[in-house]
C-alpha cells in the first residue's frame, strides 16, 4: 500500500528515504521563504517523489526581499509540477497588512500559472474567504486544518481540500476532500508516522489516494 504525507518541509533525506523504506511514496515539500526554493528542487531531484512548492510564509513575510514575484514566477516556468506553499495569513503575527499584500500576489501567481497552493491560516477566516472568491479555480489545501463545518461549507465555493494531523476536526470535512499530512519536521516530525496515522483514524487509503491524485493533478 503506497501512502502520501500531502504537508511537510525540508529535512534530511535520510527521513524521506526511511519513510519510503515504511511505505510513504509521495511528499509534498513546502518552504517558507525564498531562501529555501532552490533547496526543494534539490531535494525533488534526489529523492522520488518529492513534489516541491515555493512559498512565503505569514511568519517570515520580512524575508520576501524585493523582486521574489518574478522569481517564484520563473520557478514554476522551470518546473512546471512545482507548487505555491506554504502561503496564507496569521492574525497572531505581526504585518498582516503586509501579510494580505503577499498572500493575494501568490494567489494571483497561482492563478496565471494554474498551480495548487497550500494554506496556513490562523484567526483570518474572513480575510482569507473574502480573497479566495476571487480565486475559486485554484486548488487550495489547508493544511492542518483548524476550522468548524460553516468554513468548510464556504471554502467548498472555492476547490479545497483538506489535510489532518490527528482527528479532531475530521467529522466536518468531506470524505473526497480529506488528505493527512505530518508538517514534519514540527507537527509529527516525520512521515513515517503516516501509516500510523491512517490507521488510527480509521481512513480508506483507497479514498486517501484518490484525494491525493485528484489535487496533484490537474483534473
Known sequence: MNYFDAHCHLMDDTIFLGAQEKGVQAFIVNTTKPDEWEQAVALHRRITGVYCCFGVHPWFIEEANGGWQKRMEMMLQRHPRAMIGEIGLDKKKPFFDQQLKIFQECMEIAASYERQVHIHCVDAWDEMLEILAQYRDVKALF?????????????????????VI??????VIPDNRLLVETDAPSGLRTPVAIPALVQALGLNMDTLNLNFQGFINGD
Open 166 to 171: 490527528n482527528g479532531r476536526y475530521l467529522d
Open 143 to 163: 493544511h492542518r486544518f483548524a476550522g468548524d463545518e460553516v468554513i468548510v461549507q464556504k471554502l467548498r465555493l472555492s476547490n479545497a481540500y483538506f489535510s
